[in-house]
């Protein structure tokens, strides 16, 4: 199985869940998205939180991605105002070849990880991919052997079905 992990990561959390996932799995491609947005220093937080509220996008690198030759695609994202950034949105919005894909997501967070789920959900059958399941990784547990086999096989068995 091909898998394509796409993440955001502003602290590191996002991208060390993303390695690790990459690091046990076979035949995987580790893809980091950055938003390339300017902002002032203080109001950069403020002004990603009410992106992510309102379900922004935002300017990204890489500006698109061709996804044809995946088999699952894994999403990841922190959780900004209770839902995921406008980054990994606008990865989403431009993926080539995703239709009738397999995907998952999940985000790292300080707490709850608010509408995330659904907010995932929606833009994934949005692009015609199939929603196959989501998980959250508080931000205390990403070092945690356990917590990451679960996630592991969360991803493994999100995969498509063999006949």
């Excluded at 898998?3 to 590191?12: A, K, L, V």
């Excluded at 996008?57 to 030759?69: A, C, G, M, W």
């Excluded at 995921?84 to 300080?110: E, Q």
């Excluded at 789920?117 to 991919?129: L, N, S, Y």
Aim: contains cysteine; aromatic residues 8%; hydrophobic residues 40%.
């Amino acid at each position: 199985m091909k898998i394509c992990i796409i993440y955001h990561s502003e602290t590191g959390n996002t991208r060390h869940i993303a390695q690790h996932i990459a690091s046990v799995t076979t035949d995987s491609r580790l893809v980091e998205v950055t938003d390339r947005k300017r902002y002032f220093a203080l109001t950069r937080f403020l002004m990603q939180c009410n992106a992510a509220r309102s379900e922004g996008k935002t300017e990204i690198e890489p500006s698109h991605l061709d996804v044809r030759e995946y088999d699952l695609l894994v999403f990841g994202s922190p959780v900004w105002a209770f839902k995921p950034t406008p980054a990994i949105h606008t990865m989403i919005d431009v993926l080539d070849n995703c239709g009738k894909k397999r995907a998952v997501a999940f985000v790292t967070c300080g707490g709850r990880p608010g509408q995330s789920e659904e907010i995932f959900r929606k833009w994934i059958e949005g692009r015609g991919m199939i929603f196959a399941g989501f998980i959250a990784v508080n931000q205390k547990d990403i070092e945690d052997d356990s917590v990451n086999a679960d996630l592991v096989a969360f991803v493994n068995a999100a995969g498509p079905k063999l006949e």
